[in-house]
């Protein structure tokens, strides 16, 4: 592709639509040209921070000359934008934040329609551009830890811990496990291979039918290794989220959260990297740097033409976990 700059649209202005916007638009290699947004105030609010064309519509995005279109609505919403995209030929290039759809069914279509329509897709699952975790994944990847058996994982937050927020709320953020739990499931996706759930529960805490506190038990479907999964936004003491895992391998075990990375080998070494050891650095940090990476690395692989990973097809995994932690939680429950 030439080094003109290439043209990206952002639909939905929420809170990841604005970090995306505004991270996009200081890229030299990238030329912002349209916003979408429903709301006509936050509309208002984006004319006086994007110098750019802002529509109310998807379908107004047409005859701009796309490059790439960021989906940063919410996750409901995503099924149909998407779908719009691909079948308009709006652009050949699609980032879906988190996660790619509300069901695993959307989730397919999106994926087979991405096929036919689209050349580079990427899901935001930013935690694996987390330096932590990246360094994580080279450990498992050189064997450091030998044959991996079992892991704990955990996403937790006080986000509802005795919160007044309303049940609207929480649903609107699609429940615990759409919310917070997927990226711990993306995590295991990419450090395991695929897995399938074997047993689930989820708590309701906020209200009877609200999904609050979930845990869940898997397995690989090409060894023997075991995980269980605890998924909560209703406890105390998180300031922030925080997400990690408790790996255990025949030569040692790794503990990796956001900040930390612990490597404790049977051979009585030890190691310990935190976010600053591993060079934590980005030239424009908003969100965090894993953000300016995720979007740095989707336009590049654009411009090379280079396949990316979450794509739709990779991401569409954590919709089916997620389907069988509720198919597996609804029949415990019956």
Request: glycine fraction near 6%; aromatic fraction near 8%; proline fraction near 2%.
């Amino acid at each position: 592709m030439s080094e003109e700059k290439l043209k990206i649209a952002v639909v939905g202005l929420g809170k990841m639509g604005i970090l995306h916007s505004c991270i996009l638009n200081v890229l030299s290699n990238v030329q912002l040209v349209a916003l979408c947004e429903k709301s006509s105030m936050i509309r208002r609010l984006a004319k006086k921070i994007f110098k750019t064309s802002i529509v109310d519509d998807v379908e107004k995005l047409a005859h701009l000359d796309i490059d790439a279109v960021y989906v940063t609505t919410p996750i409901p919403s995503h099924f149909p934008i998407v779908k719009t995209i691909c079948q308009e030929k709006l652009a050949h290039n699609l980032f879906v934040e988190k996660t790619l759809a509300a069901n695993y069914n959307e989730a397919k279509e999106l994926c087979e329609l991405a096929g036919r329509f689209s050349e580079i897709s990427l899901v935001g699952y930013m935690r694996r551009f987390a330096v932590t975790f990246k360094k994580a994944k080279e450990l498992l990847t050189e064997d450091t830890v030998g044959n991996v058996e079992s892991f704990k994982a955990y996403a937790l937050s006080s986000d509802f811990h005795n919160s007044q927020k309303s049940v609207k709320t929480s649903a609107a953020r699609g429940g615990v496990l759409r919310d917070l739990g997927c990226h711990v499931v993306d995590l295991a996706l990419w450090f395991f291979g695929d897995l399938q759930v074997n047993s689930a529960t989820l708590t309701p805490r906020i209200s009877d039918d609200s999904e609050d506190h979930a845990r869940f038990d898997i397995r690989a479907l090409n060894d023997s290794l075991e995980g269980n999964f605890d998924v909560s936004w209703c406890l105390e003491g998180y300031r922030m989220p925080e997400v990690g895992l408790s790996i255990s391998g025949s030569k040692g075990t790794i503990e990796v959260s956001d900040d930390k990375l612990e490597l404790k080998l049977v051979n009585g070494k030890s190691f310990t990297w935190f976010r600053h050891n591993l060079g934590d650095n980005v030239w424009f940090w908003l969100g965090g740097p894993e953000y300016f990476r995720e979007n740095e690395y989707f336009i590049k692989s654009i411009r090379e033409g280079k396949k990316t990973e979450p794509n739709f097809n990779t991401a569409s995994k954590v919709d089916q976990i997620i389907e069988q932690v509720k198919e597996k939680a609804d029949k415990t429950e019956h």
